[in-house]
Each structure stands twice: as structure tokens, then as C-alpha cells.
């Protein structure tokens, strides 16, 4: 996929699931017999106001994310972006279906709990009945959010979060929140960075307001990577929730074991004011059935971004079943000190492709429960062995404007660093410090990791973080994504990284962490890297 279209379909995918709610007023409610037509021109349910659909919302259904298979060519798929499904829906037909409410969700939807709520609910029935879902469930756990950007195209949705938080509705648990996309505290910013971030992020202070009402904690818990013990949001296995963030949908369905679609920004919090969601795809054993099985025949431990690269590439957004990997976890338990590595590879998947369940064999909890019966009926086999492992690296692209200069920052932490990372790094690279006599790293390090991880490395690992930070890396808990691409600064960094999803969204070069290691003291692309 070019970089015009994914960054395309990165807008989309964020945008699309929140661009149908805002769709209700142009839609048929439940209430009303359905006219079977996306484009009703009157609508009769009171509150409800008729009108055309627009043009764009026949986008809404499908992407311009063209499956590539890692030999560059297209496979024919085409993502829903949900998980849930190929992407051959047509809003008209999508609309005929009803889905079944019980009294209560009725009673909401008819405005028994207020005009807030029973419109939330008219989005979430438009919602569930586009996706074919036959009824909503109750959440369970605690919500994950992805509304994160406070820019000014993303108004109406902060508005009418904002209007949500006036009525006093509040998410049904304390819920977890992406990283904010830049930090005025712990990176140098010059003037243009500031004035980028201050009238580019201009509703982000309104959008912090939001979340604080609607029931988010305070900002030393943002993060991707909610489910890290010092974060603390991870439900037990089998818990539905309605999760937004790709790579912490992708890690919660496949190494939690929770049920979750990928949510667009804003679905994720109308459900967690509902404290429902539509049942279906990745929700439904049905949805949670690999269409490939993933053989992983490298002779050496693979590159875990570049498998989920190639994975991402290949399955789109289908289920893979995974196998091979299980020597690379003890007992086949998935720990503190090892998770990255599914962290790494998971969002590979979802950055590469938009996967959000992946099964690996006696690993993760679906896997370890049923095996390979989880294979779904004529599924395909891809083979990752050597040859193929290379192959994949070698299509990732330098896209430096400047192709032959040397790195000027390195990136490491998307999704954010846990605290087993970030004592590793911080021991790699004071140690590689020491061996080369030299006091500080060749380039700035940025470390992106939540605040909570970062003060329990200052409390368990005090003499360390000094040591790291004399020498130039720094702890933030902002996007780096967002941070690398920002104007201004992007076109002043030549950046490094291990991160697979970064690469995939930046112009960022990818290097495994012995040889970033090596970039980071030198300053110097070693040959051949
Ligand atoms: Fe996290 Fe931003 Fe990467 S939200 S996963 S650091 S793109």
C-alpha cells in the first residue's frame, strides 16, 4: 500500500465507526418501521430529523485498504476496518436489518432515561444493525478509549461528547485513554513545535475536560498499552467490552482473551455511556475462527514486527492461528518480562493490516482452550520460514528525503514500553555507553511509556533512569506516531526505530534492537544494516 492510502485509510479507520454515529439523523431509528433505504428523505420518529444521506457514507462500509500480500500484490481482500468481516456490505442493504432490544433498551431508546441517552442509543442500534448484529450485550471491565487527538476536525464529536458530559452521563467504569499526541514537558519543542501543537491540538483541553467527566482518570494513566500491570485495565478472559485503538484491540482479543470489535474513536465511549455493545464479529465464537494458519519456520527467534508485518499483510483482517511461536514463551505463559513480543508483532498486524484477534498455538487463552479446532472450514496456510522473513524486511523502504545522512532520533515504545522494556533499553544502552567510553547517546532517545511505568523505574531503578537520562533518553508518555509526524518536527528527523507500527506510519527506518543499539551509540548506520 502506497503512503498516500494508508494514511488515507489510518483517517478512515479512525473516523469511520464515529462518522456513523453521527449519521442517526439521515438514518431509519428503530422505532420506525424500516424503509429498507439508506437515503429516507423524512423520518418519523419524533427527535429525529430526515434528510438525504450524505454522499460520503457509502465510503463508510468499506476502505481504500487493499490487501497486499508480501510479494506486493493485491490479494483481493478489502478491510471493514471492524474486524468483523469482508468489506462487500452496501449501507442500503446493511440497513434492513433490525436487531432485537430488550425492554429496557427500548425504554432508553423511547427517551425513558433522557434525549442524551436514547439518542446514544439510536446511534448504537444504526451501529449494530449496519454490522448484522442480532442483540446487544453488557460490558463488562473497563472501556478503552482512543479519542485522543484534540484537533479541530475532530469538533462535532467533542462537542457532542461534551453535551453527553453536561446531561452528567459517565462511562460505566473508570476507563483508560489513548496518550495525548505531544508532550510540552519532557521533549524539546522550539517555537514552530509549540505553535504546531498549541493551534493544531487547539480542543485538546476540551477534550481532556470531556474525559475527565465522562470518567477517565487523570492523565498519568494515558496510554495504548492499558493492559500493563501498572496501568491496570485488563478484564478477564471472555469479558465483552468495546474497545478503540487498534493495537490495544488487537492485544486485549487475542492475549486477555476479552471480546472486542475494533472500534472507531467515539463508538468506544457512546458504549461505555451505555455500558453496551452491538453482538458481533470478533464478540462471536463465529467471528473469532481463523481463516489462516500461520506456520512460523524460521531457524532462529523471527523479528516479531517483521512477522507481524507480513501476517498483517496477508490476512487483512482475518483471523490467523499462529504456530511455532510457543518455544518463545515459557510454559507457554505470556508474562510481564515477555508480552512485548506479542505487543510488537500484534501491532504489526493491526498497522500492516487491521487485524484484531490473532490465536497463537499453545499460547493464548483461545488457542490453549481449543486448539487447532479454531481453524475455520477451507482455510489457507502461509509459511513464513527464512526465506519469506527476509524477504519482508527487505521491502521495508527508506524514506528519508535525505536517504544517505546520518539518524538524528530514535524512537522506542509503539505501543508504549513496559517496565521490563524500559529497564532493558536502559540497561542496552548504558552498558553499550560504558563499552564505548562515552558518556551520551549519539541522538535524542525518545521512551514512550505511561507515567506510571516510568515512576516505578525511578523507584525501583533510581541510579539507572539518572544514568539514562544524563545520556539522553527520555521518558514521555505521549503518541510517538503522533510525535514523529507531526509538521515541523518530521521534516527535521531523520528517526530509528524497532517499532513495526511506527515504520508503518512514519518515515521512520525499522532496525532490530541490537542493531538500534549500535545507531543509537554511533550515530552511524552500520553497512549492510
Ligand atoms: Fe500507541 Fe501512538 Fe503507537 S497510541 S500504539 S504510541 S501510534
Known amino acids: 500500500m502506497g503512503s498516500m492510502n494508508r494514511r488515507k485509510f489510518i483517517k478512515s479507520s479512525t473516523l469511520a465507526c464515529a462518522t456513523v454515529a453521527l449519521l442517526p439523523n439521515q438514518l431509519p431509528a428503530q422505532t420506525e418501521k424500516a424503509t429498507a433505504s439508506a437515503s429516507t428523505e423524512t423520518a418519523k420518529t419524533k427527535g429525529v430529523k430526515g434528510g438525504p444521506t450524505p454522499e460520503y457514507a457509502k465510503e463508510m462500509l468499506t476502505t481504500d485498504m487493499q490487501g497486499l500480500g508480501p510479494d506486493g500484490k493485491p490479494t483481493g481482500q478489502k478491510a471493514t476496518f471492524t474486524g468483523a468481516s469482508r468489506a462487500n456490505a452496501k449501507a442500503e442493504e446493511a440497513m ?34 449496519t454490522f448484522g448484529a442480532e442483540k446487544l450485550v453488557d460490558l463488562g471491565g473497563a472501556p478503552h478509549s482512543n479519542m485522543f487527538i484534540g484537533a479541530p476536525y475532530m469538533k462535532s464529536l467533542i462537542n457532542m461528547l461534551d453535551e453527553c458530559a453536561k446531561a452528567g452521563l459517565k462511562s460505566y467504569a473508570t476507563y483508560t485513554v489513548n496518550p495525548r499526541p505531544y508532550d510540552v514537558y519532557n521533549v524539546q519543542n522550539n517555537l514552530k513545535d509549540m505553535t504546531m501543537i498549541y493551534e493544531g491540538y487547539s480542543l485538546q483541553k476540551q477534550l481532556d475536560y470531556v474525559h475527565a467527566r465522562l470518567g477517565a482518570p487523570d492523565l498519568n494513566y494515558r496510554t495504548c498499552a492499558c493492559y500493563l500491570d501498572e496501568v491496570g485495565n485488563a478484564p478477564e478472559p471472555g469479558t465483552y467490552v468495546a474497545w478503540a485503538e487498534s493495537s490495544a484491540v488487537n492485544y486485549g482479543n487475542s492475549v486477555l482473551g476479552v ?10 465511549l457512546i458504549q461505555a455511556m451505555l455500558g453496551k455493545a452491538p453482538l458481533f464479529g470478533l464478540q462471536t465464537d463465529e467471528g473469532r475462527m481463523a481463516k489462516w494458519l500461520v506456520e512460523i519456520k524460521t531457524t532462529k527467534e523471527p523479528d516479531w514486527g ?40 500484534g501491532s504489526a498486524t493491526a498497522s500492516s493490516g487491521a487485524v484484531g484477534l490473532y490465536h497463537v498455538d499453545g499460547v493464548t487463552p483461545d488457542a490453549k482452550k481449543k486448539g487447532k479446532k479454531l481453524l475455520a472450514k477451507g482455510y489457507q496456510t502461509y509459511v513464513i520460514d527464512d526465506k519469506e522473513h527476509a524477504r519482508i524486511i527487505g521491502t521495508f523502504e527508506n524514506l528519508w528525503p535525505d536517504k544517505n545522512a546520518d539518524p538524528n532520533a530514535a524512537f522506542i515504545g509503539c505501543p508504549h514500553n513496559s517496565y521490563y522494556e524500559v529497564i532493558k533499553w536502559g540497561k542496552l544502552i548504558t552498558e553499550a555507553l ?6 551520551e547517546t549519539a541522538m535524542p532517545v525518545y521512551m514512550f511509556t505511561p507515567n506510571t511505568v516510568r515512576n516505578r523505574a525511578i523507584e525501583e531503578h533510581g541510579e539507572l533512569v539518572s544514568r539514562m537520562k544524563r545520556a539522553g533518553m527520555h521518558a514521555t508518555n505521549m503518541c510517538g506516531v503522533s510525535y514523529g509526524g507531526m509538521k515541523g518536527f518530521s521534516e527535521r528527523i531523520r528517526g530509528v526505530t524497532n517499532s513495526a507500527k511506527t515504520r508503518a506510519y512514519t518515515t521512520l527506518r525499522y532496525f532490530p534492537d541490537d542493531v538500534l543499539v549500535k545507531i543509537i551509540v554511533t550515530g552511524k548506520i552500520p553497512k549492510g544494516a
Open 434 to 439: 560504558d563499552k564505548a567510553g562515552k558518556e
Open 259 to 268: 471480546r472486542t470489535n475494533r472500534n472507531g474513536a467515539g463508538m468506544d
Open 96 to 129: 434492513k436489518h433490525k436487531m432485537k432490544l430488550t425492554k429496557e433498551e427500548q425504554a432508553i431508546l423511547d427517551g425513558k432515561e433522557g434525549e442524551e441517552k436514547a439518542k446514544l442509543m439510536k446511534i448504537l442500534v444504526v451501529f449494530g444493525n
Open 306 to 345: 517483521a512477522i507481524g508485518t507480513a501476517i498483517g499483510r496477508k490476512c487483512v483482517e482475518d483471523v490467523p492461528y499462529i504456530t511455532g511461536l510457543d518455544k518463545y514463551f515459557e510454559g507457554g505463559e505470556v508474562t510481564a518480562d515477555n508480552l512485548h513480543l506479542l505487543k510488537a508483532m
